[in-house]
């Protein structure tokens, strides 16, 4: 009997949701896709007393209009409001179109914001269930998010692309790294550290060939860290400094390194791996000192000079020169990050992990610490591969 | 024979058939033949009835009438009585001959077939067998065509089909039992199955439904269904057909029943599973690495097939966010100018196929091609570039509908076809959510259906929930499917040795 009535149940259960969908509170609200505006990156910044809120719609040419049917539309959008949710409520009155934060996957802070209190920027999205686990964060250095995003989209760019291939890019130059919402909210919460934020800034650059007349155009490159102190931008790490940070805290993927061969000439490493050992150093219940061993392995890439380096005695000069390299560059990011008064290489979750017990002893003390603190680094590089086929040509001996 | 003798030799005439009340019984049926003609030797008169087209006339005409007419064999008789008796004796040699004694007798004989020689003086009638009527030879598959197997599909004799399957089971064991089913047509049905391996209350249980159906005739394959089902409120099949007599003896020696219905190019399999469904011939000829891939993406296929226009649905009005951004930005543009909500483009696109595929069938083979194109490809295109429907939803429609075609069983796919467009309806009601309730609903309607006692998903539900993945998502190596399936209870469950590759077990 049960059996015989489920048909006709689901049938008429069909016609009244068919006829009631559309107002039954119970399910969720229709939509049509094609009401929407996808927006992938919001830019933040510091407008007088409130804040201007930068949005950057991608949108494809329909097919049939003119231009290449898939070919990107870069939208630019500017409010601005009290807050940062004041300034995004306004994004759907002037448009035709529908916008929402569930395609938003790249944040903006410009450097003035990040300067004046990036927590305060930041708390609407990290309470905001669509942004809160899929947003990356970027500092705009030297320049506001809206120029940034208006530079990027002038010069035809799609931001989000441009951020997505930075992606790429650090991973061959381990200069950088993506950080998400949620970890640089935890990186905030935790105040014996400092959050270290990638920045980004823009570059005159030229596409002849792409664009067919040379003419300047400026690119978002990334540019480092930005290392945050009670929610303030306190500095940057550059360069050499910002690959040292990734060392240092495992993060790194591939780096070049470039030493001077016995012959004067340069040589280019590849790290391609390496391995971080850490020490801690007791008097009692006071940490003296903590001692990084970091063991690197590289490819020989490059050789300017002709002299046959692959020697003992060579290959030895190539491996200390290249590990000397690493070792004044990862001291140099411990210095730096003492200077500026607070844990900036993530020593403190090392200290914690090797001697939780230990550490909840330090933990209150560690911004006093960290500044203090003996730290020893000692690098040792091993060439594991020379690419050296064959005698390179003209050789000399 | 004697004691037939001895018990009729007190009464005037054997029984109450005559050959005026068969010619008024008959009337109007003017392919039925009387002549009339007069036993050689004994002057008894007798009327040979046959229906042309239906009996060979040469076999009549020298090896019944010839023999009865003109032959010395008979001269003996005396009487109609003794010529009947004479001819059952074998004087007159036949291979099948029957005695009729009822006039209901005679007439079915002769629908059947046969030639009937009433004596009229007797009151009875000898029923020749004398088939003779045109059949279509066999053929190569339409349907089910195998690159690697046998090219033999059945034809529209029953007799045929049988020697078809006897051809390839040689043993005793093969019982063929035919029945008589409709009470106009009298459809003759073969229950096909090997006695000590196919378990014999599914057996008995299958000829007892035939034998208990009251229905008017077995013409047409939805009335076999209508007798073999056990479950009417399901759209899914419950019996598998085919037109492979290999196929047809593979799952008989599996221990399954076969029923072979006189008038049908086609054969069902009882009990089955789900599985058999998404399973093809070939699967069997390849190497089971090779049939496991193509089986799970079949299974994939019948998914993606059932689901996609759904979800679509789902994600494009109600589930955005779960589009990666690319995409989502690859739609709303292609959605530019639409002027029907997705759910209405994809319900009319479902529709738009389902009209294109019927009239793909019912039209002659070659404007039915022309059908297809101008309507995929013409109406399609035009209706794409006038704005009135999306790329996406062609796309989707598309994309479901072959994923739909790779559903080896016609059934199974007609079944998909229909939850596919229930369940567009339920996405564009509540999204992801009714939709998943649609899903669990189809679900429990495949849990509840048992064919014969065979769990619908077995192994995996239902069942004894051994040998899972033998012959069902995947197939094993022949080496190692020593067992028949448990869920059909074989009589006898052992297939073969461990010797079966002929290589002391390994994989094939």
Request: proline share 4%.
């Amino acid at each position: 009997m049960i059996r015989k009535a489920i048909l006709p149940i689901i049938a008429a259960l069909s016609a009244l949701l068919f006829a009631c969908g559309a107002t039954l509170r119970f399910f969720p609200g229709m939509s049509e896709i094609s009401d929407f505006e996808v927006v992938q990156v919001i830019g933040i910044d510091k407008k007088g007393g409130g804040v201007e809120v930068t949005l950057v719609a991608d949108r494809e040419r329909p097919p049939g209009e003119e231009g290449a049917a898939g070919t990107g539309m870069t939208g630019i959008m500017s409010f601005e409001g009290l807050t940062v949710s004041d300034a995004v409520s306004k994004m759907n009155i002037y448009s035709d179109k529908r916008r929402h934060l569930g395609y938003v996957d790249y944040l903006l802070i410009g450097e003035d914001a990040a300067r004046d209190d990036i927590t305060k920027y930041l708390d609407f999205f990290t309470r905001e269930y669509e942004t809160r686990y899929s947003m990356f964060v970027f500092i705009a250095r030297g320049v506001t998010s809206k120029e940034l995003l208006r530079a990027t989209a002038a010069a035809n760019r799609r931001m989000a692309g441009v951020l997505t291939n930075i992606d790429e890019a650090v991973k061959a130059l381990s200069g950088s790294r993506m950080l998400r919402l949620i970890d640089l909210a935890g990186m905030l919460g935790d105040g014996s550290e400092a959050a270290v934020v990638p920045a980004i800034t823009y570059e005159d650059t030229s596409f002849a060939k792409v664009i067919g007349a040379e003419k300047p155009e400026k690119t978002a490159v990334p540019d480092g860290f930005a290392f945050i102190r009670d929610h303030k931008l306190a500095g940057f790490y550059d360069g050499g400094l910002a690959r040292a940070y990734n060392v240092l805290t495992g993060r790194a993927h591939a780096m070049p390194v470039s030493v001077k061969a016995e012959d004067g000439e340069y040589s280019t490493l590849e790290i391609l791996q390496y391995r971080v050992s850490f020490e801690t150093f007791w008097d009692g219940k006071t940490l003296t000192g903590v001692r990084y061993v970091i063991t690197a392995e590289a490819n020989i890439t490059e050789q300017f000079g002709r002299r046959n380096v692959f020697t003992e005695r060579g290959m030895k000069a190539l491996e200390d020169g290249a590990a000397e390299l690493m070792r004044r560059e990862l001291e140099a990011v411990a210095d730096e990050s003492a200077r500026l008064g607070r844990d900036g290489i993530e020593l403190g979750r090392r200290v914690r992990m090797k001697n939780p017990v230990k550490w909840a002893g330090i933990a209150d003390d560690w911004s006093e610490i960290f500044p203090k603190l003996n730290i020893e680094i000692d690098v040792r590089c091993v060439i594991s591969r020379s690419y050296d086929l064959r005698e390179r040509i003209g050789a000399d001996g | 024979m004697p004691k037939r003798k001895a018990a009729t030799r007190g009464r005037a005439k054997l029984g109450d058939i005559s050959a005026a009340g068969l010619r008024e019984r008959m009337a109007y049926g003017d392919d039925v033949i009387f002549t009339d003609f007069t036993v050689g030797g004994c002057g008894a008169a007798a009327t040979a009835v046959y229906i042309d087209g239906m009996v060979s006339t040469v076999t009549v005409y020298d090896f019944i009438l010839r023999p009865l007419a003109a032959g010395r064999a008979l001269s003996h008789a005396e009487t109609a009585r003794d010529v009947i008796g004479l001819v059952m004796g074998g004087r007159v040699f036949h291979g099948r001959k029957r005695l009729c004694l009822a006039p209901e007798e005679a007439e079915e004989e002769l629908l059947a077939g046969a030639a009937v020689v009433i004596f009229d003086a007797a009151g009875a009638a000898v029923a020749f067998d004398a088939p003779g009527f045109e059949k279509r030879g066999v053929t190569e598959p339409t349907s089910e065509n195998v690159l690697k197997g046998s090219k033999e599909s059945f034809v529209e004799s029953l007799r045929v089909n049988t020697a078809l399957v006897r051809r390839r089971v040689k043993t005793g064991d093969l019982k063929i039992r035919e029945l008589s089913v409709g009470r106009r047509t009298a459809t003759r049905v073969a229950v096909v199955y090997v006695e000590g391996i196919a378990n014999g209350n599914t057996a008995a249980l299958v000829i007892k439904r035939f034998e208990s159906a009251d229905v008017d005739g077995l013409v047409s394959a939805g009335q076999v269904e209508a007798v073999l089902y056990e479950r009417r409120d399901t759209l899914f099949p419950q019996a598998l057909y085919t037109e492979r007599p290999d196929r047809f003896v593979g799952n008989i020696i599996e221990g399954r029943v076969g029923i072979i219905i006189d008038g049908m190019p086609i054969a069902y399999i009882t009990p089955v599973d789900v599985h058999a469904f998404l399973q093809a011939p070939e699967d069997y000829a390849h190497h089971f690495v090779l049939s496991s891939m193509f089986r799970i993406m079949r299974y994939v296929c019948a998914a993606a097939s059932l689901v996609l226009p759904a979800f679509y649905v789902s994600v494009t009005t109600y589930h955005q966010e779960m589009i990666p951004t690319k995409l989502a930005v690859s739609i709303i543009s292609s959605k530019q100018g639409a002027p029907f909500p997705t759910y209405m483009e994809v319900a009319l696109m479902l529709l738009a196929f389902e009209a294109l595929l019927e009239a793909g069938l019912r039209l002659p083979r070659a404007v039915g091609q022309a059908v297809s194109i101008v309507g995929a490809l013409v109406v399609g295109q035009a209706a794409i570039t006038a704005n009135i429907l999306s790329p996406g939803v062609v796309i989707i429609i598309s994309a479901a509908g072959i994923a739909g075609f790779v559903v080896p069983s016609q059934d199974m796919s007609n079944a998909s076809r229909a939850f596919r467009l229930a369940l567009v309806a339920l996405a564009s009601v509540g999204g992801l959510f009714t939709t998943t309730l649609g899903l669990i609903l189809i679900l429990y309607n495949m849990c509840s259906i048992e064919i014969f006692g065979t769990p619908y998903l077995a192994p995996f539900a239902g069942g004894e929930g051994v040998r899972m993945f033998d012959d069902t998502v995947t197939r094993r190596a022949w080496a190692f499917k020593r067992r028949r399936p448990a869920d059909i209870s074989p009589e006898d469950s052992v297939r073969q040795g461990a010797g079966a590759s002929g290589k002391g077990g390994e994989p094939q």
